[in-house]
């Protein structure tokens, strides 16, 4: 039986540490303090958790890959942090550990008997979960477990918290039904007080229902049956659930608003219970001192609404937040009656500004408190092979943040999913902008439910979202739909978030599938990098680029079947592969537009290895302060762009003839003089239609392709850097007089340039030359196209 305990909350920028026991302290937010209120209830007793089996009984699930904090949790240390930094109160206790679970058939009603215990709130498909199963759409999942019930002397109401519940749960205290909620990604609460026992063990039980990849709700990239870019299934509760005392009157949530240009901050307090002889205070403090004070006297014409009015606080010489300097103003919200403390919660915000605006060229560009800002980071999937959607503990968290800062990024793509709170207060601490992705649905899973329901769900979900992680300063811009995935009345979606938050910016569809609305213009080339064209108003984005790929046995989700968009076998080839990259792109954020880039990915998923760790956090896979180094150089002057002369061009825009083959051919097809009359013409480029960043001229559907053609260099050609541009799907081989050039595996997703062996750059000549060309295919689409070009350094 563990001790139940309510924990104190001890408040520092924002970030909550507990005590293990519950006793009365001070609540200090760095110099505000919160002096206790007497609660004779809780200073009576403490609520009481039975846990049926002995903490010392549960174990992990033995899953493929742990982490190294994986032997940090417990049933007694299950993410103990205060999981809702931006709105702290002193009093709480966290409902993580052991729990009773069952999976059953979707319309059977509460089991009588449970299949054993499931660690809160690690997913049921997880190792962290102690259960690692599948729960499927025609089941559902049950949690059960008691608590007693606190004296309850001064008419405070208990709520019960969860912080994410992946995906429709239904909430029953002492048998009866509560209330229900669908959203996969949203915290929601739920008052216990009427359901309450008088006294004895109350029993708390949730029902789960996730239709996963069967369903029509936003879901990121869950599948149930786990390939390539697609991972495990995620259901359950997935987040912190905790118990709240608080007041009948009380403040249920906040809503701050910066404004850098004003020198000001607004804040909406929404306020609940009896507040008709309340009145609101608010403090703002910048470490030791007191920015401002806003003690507004309620007047009896204003009355309910005056208190739930917004309240603007004046912040002059305000200290702004940046990734650079990532200050935070603390913030303490009290509920008065009488001058005395009804409520109180703590908070903090940070004064930023983002915008697009114009450069001194014209160009539009991302600006940050009002200065442009190149904005470079990873694509951040936020999975973990333990714990999947749910990190194995809150420094694990912290962790991949602190990596990202130190290889010199200055943002994060948060990919098609919601983090938890401590997420986002741990980029707003460290100083990470944050471009945040709403979770994909997908239309092939709507048959059975209407379009109407489906997007009136999506949009309450991105709703949700949008309110849920509002006041997080590192959040700078929304991204409503990803390549496509469910893109649905674009232009209705992007307007409603402009309107909603006009003071972030909003990325109408991140790659392929630009409505030409929204503050930017996105695109993706793998690897890349590619900037598109300058545009009047929008600014102009690499949303994703890169996923170079390396796996390193010993950390990989699987031994075989690896995957990355360029495979590569050691961590130093892998290092010059990217610092290529980071080279290439750098010209680009000067005269064509480029504001900002999104490499594939802060770490390895599943069998996914194009991260720039493995999957475990153990190995940061190439030299950190090359990378470091390479990276940082992005937010200097921009060198010239390269000059990039055609010498034989490939068929992107324009159908170039070649000869081709689908029959293995004779031994010396790839050299000068073999006699390929006898194989058809047809115009480059050779495929399946539907490739990502195909141009099909001429159709290919066969395993393997031979292709040649002749060109002629001038008679005073001189090359200077010639290199291959190449679209391949997937291994192909590239030969010029007959000598190999360049050997490539897996794919890329467009056109990119690739550098050639020095034996065949030394081979060319003024005059007829030979291009010929193996392409193989193996599954999915195909696709292969090449061109030669000369790239020249411009100079300044």
């Known amino acids: 039986m563990s001790q139940p305990c309510f924990k104190v909350l001890t408040l520092e920028r924002g970030i909550a540490i507990q005590p293990p026991v519950w006793h009365k302290e001070r609540m200090k937010i760095r110099n505000i303090s919160l002096n206790p209120r007497s609660v004779p209830w809780l200073t009576a007793i403490l609520l009481a958790v039975s846990l049926a089996a002995s903490a010392q009984d549960w174990r992990p699930a033995p899953g493929p890959l742990m982490t190294r904090w994986a032997k940090e949790v417990s049933p007694t240390n299950a993410l103990p942090e205060y999981p809702r930094p931006q709105m702290a109160r002193r009093d709480w206790l966290n409902l993580n550990g052991l729990w009773d679970y069952a999976i059953r058939p979707k319309a059977e009603a509460m089991p009588a008997n449970f299949d054993g215990k499931i660690l ?7 190792a962290l979960s102690g259960v690692m199963k599948k729960v499927g759409a025609t089941s559902q999942l049950w949690y059960r477990r008691t608590f007693e019930r606190p004296t309850d002397g001064r008419g405070q109401r208990l709520l019960l918290h969860f912080g994410a519940v992946d995906w429709e749960a239904t909430v029953y205290l002492n048998g009866k039904e ?8 949203d915290g929601f609460s ?11 063990p109350q029993e708390l039980a949730v029902a789960v229902w996730d239709p996963s990849d069967a ?3 936003p879901r990121g990239k869950q599948v149930e049956r786990p390939n390539g870019i697609w991972y495990t299934s995620v259901s359950g509760i997935w987040q912190t659930v905790w118990l709240e005392p608080v007041p009948e009157s009380r403040v249920d949530s906040l809503k701050i608003t910066p404004d850098v240009d004003g020198g000001k ?9 009896p507040v008709g002889d309340t009145r609101l205070q608010m403090v703002v403090m910048d470490q030791s001192n007191t920015v401002n004070r806003i003690d507004r006297t309620l007047t009896p014409a204003t009355g309910v609404g005056s208190v739930t009015q917004a309240v603007t606080i004046l912040i002059p010489k305000a200290k702004l937040w940046s990734p650079d300097s990532p200050f935070l103003y603390d913030l303490k919200v009290t509920l008065l009656r009488q001058g005395k403390a009804v409520d109180e919660v703590a908070s903090y915000f940070g004064m930023r500004k983002i915008s697009v605006a114009k450069d001194e060229q014209g160009t539009p560009r991302l600006f940050l408190n009002n200065q442009p800002l190149f904005q470079f980071g990873p694509l951040d999937q936020g999975w973990w092979p333990d714990g999947l959607y749910t990190a194995p503990t809150d420094a694990a968290l912290r962790y991949d943040i602190e990596v990202e800062k130190q290889l010199g990024f200055n943002m994060a793509r948060k990919h098609v999913k919601v983090e938890p709170d401590r997420w986002y207060y741990w980029c707003d601490k460290l100083g990470l902008l944050v471009w945040q992705d709403m979770p994909s649905a997908f239309p092939a899973a709507r048959q059975a439910v209407s379009m109407s329901d489906t997007n009136a769900q999506f949009d309450l979900e991105l709703k949700r979202m949008i309110d849920g992680r509002w006041n997080h300063p590192s959040i700078v811009m929304w991204v409503p739909f990803n390549e496509g995935w469910g893109q649905h009345d674009t232009a209705r979606v992007v307007d409603w978030i402009q309107q909603y938050d006009p003071r972030r910016l909003v990325n109408n569809a991140s790659g392929w599938t630009d409505q030409q609305v929204g503050d930017v213009h996105d695109i993706h080339v793998y690897p890349g990098p ?34 990355g968009y ?14 290529d990259l980071i080279t290439k792109l750098h010209p680009l954020a000067g005269s064509p537009g480029l504001c900002a880039a999104i490499y594939t990915q802060t770490s390895d998923v599943e069998i996914e290895v194009n991260g720039l760790m493995t999957y475990d956090r153990e190995i940061i896979k190439m030299d950190a302060a090359r990378i470091s180094a390479a990276n940082r150089l992005l937010y200097t002057t921009p060198p010239p762009v390269p000059i990039v002369k055609t010498l034989t061009p490939a068929s992107r825009d324009q159908g170039v003839e070649w000869h081709f083959t689908t029959q293995s051919p004779p031994e010396g097809w790839n050299a000068p003089g073999f006699n390929e009359s006898a194989w058809p013409a047809g115009n480059g480029g050779f495929g399946t239609r539907g490739t990502p960043g195909a141009v099909v001229r001429t159709e290919w559907s066969t395993p393997d392709i031979w292709l040649r053609r002749s060109f002629e260099l001038s008679a005073d050609f001189k090359a200077s850097h010639p290199q291959c541009l190449l679209h391949h799907d997937e291994d192909a081989e590239v030969y010029i007089n007959g000598t190999l050039a360049l050997k490539v595996t897996g794919y890329i997703a467009d056109y990119d340039l690739f550098e050639i062996s020095p034996e065949a750059r030394g081979s060319l000549k003024p005059g007829p030359n030979l291009l010929a060309v193996h392409c193989h ?18 100079t300044k």
């Not at 809160?120 to 997880?126: I, T």
């Not at 295919?777 to 411009?794: K, M, N, P, S």
């Open 777 to 794: 295919q193996t599954t999915g689409g195909q696709y292969i196209d090449v061109g030669l070009v000369d790239v020249v350094e411009a």
């Open 190 to 200: 739920i008052d216990l007080t009427d359901a309450l026992k008088p006294s004895g």
């Open 566 to 579: 360029r495979s590569f076998t050691t961590r130093e080839a892998l290092a010059d592969a990217y610092v």
């Open 530 to 563: 590619r900037a598109p064209g300058i545009e009047s108003k929008r600014a102009g984005v690499l949303g994703e680029f890169g996923g170079l790929g390396l796996p390193l046995p010993g950390h990989t989700w699987q031994d075989q079947a690896n995957w």
């Open 215 to 217: 369903g029509a709700q």
């Open 178 to 185: 509560l209330g229900a909620h669908r959203g996969g990604y």
């Open 265 to 273: 901050v607004t804040v909406e307090a929404v306020v609940s219970g």
């Open 120 to 126: 809160v709130p690690f997913p049921v498909e997880s």
